[in-house]
């Protein structure tokens, strides 16, 4: 998401916001110690103990990464109407995810993903591509968060990328080590309330700069987007803001908002957390204190779009500037640094919070998915936590490589793990929990389709530059035409194979709540 | 080549609860659909055709005082409608549309948690031996 750093942004030592962000990084490291856990149920489920809002808040910040912090308002910052597919495609797919999978994959009761594929379909296959798939969804997004986490912690300190980038890894990583699922909630909870108080706080004193309704600044841009639309007797009158297709057509628009939306219920780190509640009731109402959490932001980001358009004037707004454009808002509207630095503290909490989850999901895919369930089923616990342990830190280290030299696009390598997502354990997980004539046979053809056309479409819009699927399905929207195809595969293969027997009967009515 | 044991499906869920469960469901996903991408359909459907304009250039950025704004793509009478200050169509995706999903999960979960009272008071649920006796 986070290219570059607007040169006026970009140097010296920061006291404030660094003495705020040094805190909220020692709070993190303290409440995953104290919350340390040494049994295999807290290291990946906090001992199913957490209530709805807590593990609300936990899907909230888990869910708000650095790309939504501050990529959010700078991508419509830069592009005006077309961006709001971002807003509704990464909180419409909670709906959907709350009817079709919450219920049941709380039910259900083990640890990742993986394991309710795996004994759905109750094959080996299905396990180790469920795995792999998990692994490089984990991956390809932790990459973009370890990015900019790397650039916040540069712009405070004043640091160099590289060492930032370390140093952020280091405690993220380390801290997910040290407590598991247990402090990685724990850490998530406090890691909304770091995140949202700096995202909506400062709102409320660039709206009071800016003149529009400083009380309700969510309410208040309204007034300033009509000027924008309409007032030409305006500097900052852009008619092609608000214009709905200005910035991308409505296929493009409903593409991106589709595949989010789909992407959402293929997500690890999402479905990993609907195992840590305490019965089906807490996890049904979890995701609707969790859209509630993510919609808080959500409303907000927008107005700092538009507010940053209107402080700057007549200025052309600028890529440079739309990357970082919550924190310019800030300059913009004359706050004092620390109280600027306060979002930055909230960017690292919300790159620690979403980094956390993936790690705790990638890492499961490989020590429990992977090593446990295949590989080595006679492991003790304790060895078991303890291979959870270094995996998590392989992990890490490989992300942290990777996030050294980011790839070009990150903002279309985030979007493509949710294309990944849509095409693979989406369509597994809703056809599999719903309809219980699917065959293993099917599970496997739908995730071979599904990683092949995610394959595809990725080369075809960055490396083939294929016109077609640059139009139709690019890397980042791509589920539009993808989930449809597996879908289609998956449901030849069932009618051409031989149904489940009783035991997938008895699991779906166990899943559904009937023998319960 | 079928099993003998009854399959679940949505057609055949083998419960009435969640026969009913699944009835809220797909009024819950009409609506999401239509929320989602229906508004976007129209808005498409009725507005002025063109490919997109945006990032605008330096030029075109200071030539934005001359585009005629009936001429950008998606433009209608439907997104001249302004309500308190915001152009109709993004006070519905920025703002509604966030609101009818917390709404619709609300409602959701209202409706199950009903369901599931009656279901263990033996009021509506005569259970599943008479939903597969019945396939």
Request: with cysteine; net charge neutral.
């Amino acid at each position: 998401m986070i290219d570059s750093l607007p040169v006026e942004l970009a140097t010296g030592f920061k006291l404030g916001p660094a003495i705020i962000v040094g805190l909220s990084l020692v709070l993190f490291v303290v409440v995953g110690i104290t919350s340390r856990v040494g049994s295999e149920e807290g290291f990946w489920v906090a001992d199913r103990g957490i209530g709805p809002v807590p593990n609300g808040m936990a899907l909230a910040s888990n869910w708000i990464s650095v790309a939504s912090f501050l990529g959010m308002a700078g991508m419509i910052y830069l592009h005006g109407f077309s961006s709001l597919s971002f807003v509704i495609g990464w909180t419409g797919g909670y709906a959907v995810f709350l009817v079709l999978l919450a219920a049941q994959i709380q039910r259900f009761g083990k640890y990742t993903a993986v394991d309710l594929i795996g004994d759905r379909y109750d094959s080996a296959t299905v396990w180790v591509l469920g795995a792999l798939v998990t692994i490089v969804i984990a991956f390809v997004y932790s990459v973009a968060q370890y990015q900019g986490i790397g650039l916040i912690i540069a712009w405070i300190f004043g640091l160099d990328y590289a060492i930032s980038t370390l140093v952020g890894a280091a405690i993220v990583t380390g801290y997910v080590i040290l407590s598991g699922m247990l402090g990685v909630i724990r850490n998530q909870v406090v890691q909304y309330l770091l995140l949202i108080i700096p995202f909506l706080v400062p709102l409320f004193f660039i709206a009071n700069r800016a003149g529009y309704l400083p009380l309700v600044p969510q309410l208040g841009y309204g007034q300033a987007l009509g000027e924008m639309a309409h007032d030409a007797g305006r500097a900052w009158y852009d008619p092609t803001f608000t214009a709905p297709f200005a910035g991308g057509s409505a296929y493009t628009f409903i593409a991106v908002a589709f595949t989010l939306m789909m992407g959402t219920l293929g997500l690890p780190h999402v479905i990993n957390r609907f195992y840590t509640v305490r019965n089906e009731r807490d996890a049904r109402w979890s995701v609707v204190w969790g859209l509630l959490f993510i919609s808080a932001l959500y409303w907000a980001a927008p107005a700092y779009a538009v507010l940053a358009r209107v402080l700057q004037g007549g200025a052309q707004p600028t890529a440079e500037h739309a990357d970082l454009v919550t924190i310019t808002a800030g300059h913009l509207a004359q706050l004092p640094a620390w109280f600027v630095g306060l979002i930055g503290a909230g960017a690292i909490a919300a790159g620690f919070s979403t980094t956390a989850g993936l790690l705790s999901s990638g890492a499961a895919a490989i020590s429990h998915d992977l090593f446990f369930r295949v590989l080595r089923p006679s492991a003790k616990p304790r060895q078991r936590i303890q291979i959870a342990r270094l995996t998590t830190g392989v992990l890490g280290l490989a992300i942290m490589v990777s996030a050294l030299q980011p790839p070009a696009l990150i903002a279309e390598v985030v979007g493509s793990a949710f294309s990944l997502a849509a095409a693979t354990l989406c369509p597994v997980l809703v056809l599999g929990v719903w309809w219980g004539r699917v065959t293993r046979q099917a599970a496997t053809a739908g995730l071979v389709t599904g990683l092949a056309l995610w394959v595809f479409t990725s080369w075809g819009d960055w490396y083939g530059h294929v016109e077609w699927v640059r139009h139709w399905a690019p890397a980042g929207a791509s589920a539009l035409v993808t989930l449809p195809v597996v879908i289609a595969v998956m449901v030849v293969v069932t009618l051409l194979t031989r149904a489940p027997g009783e035991e997938v009967q008895a699991l779906l009515r166990r899943l559904h709540g009937i023998d319960a | 080549m079928r099993d003998a044991s009854p399959v679940f499906s949505v057609r055949h869920p083998g419960s009435d609860m969640v026969r009913r469960e699944i009835r809220f469901i797909a009024l819950i996903l009409l609506v999401w659909a239509l929320g989602s991408f229906g508004f976007i359909i129209v808005l498409w459907a009725i507005g002025t055709k063109g490919p997109p304009v945006l990032p605008l250039d330096a030029h075109g950025w200071e030539n934005r005082f001359n585009i005629d704004p009936a001429a950008l793509p998606g433009e209608s009478w439907l997104t001249r409608i302004d309500i308190i200050g915001f152009p109709l169509h993004w006070l519905w995706t920025g703002m509604v549309l966030l609101a009818l999903f917390i709404g619709l999960a609300v409602y959701f979960n209202v409706r199950v948690d009903a369901l599931r009272r009656d279901a263990s008071s033996g009021a509506t649920d005569a259970g599943p031996a008479r939903e597969i006796g019945r396939l």
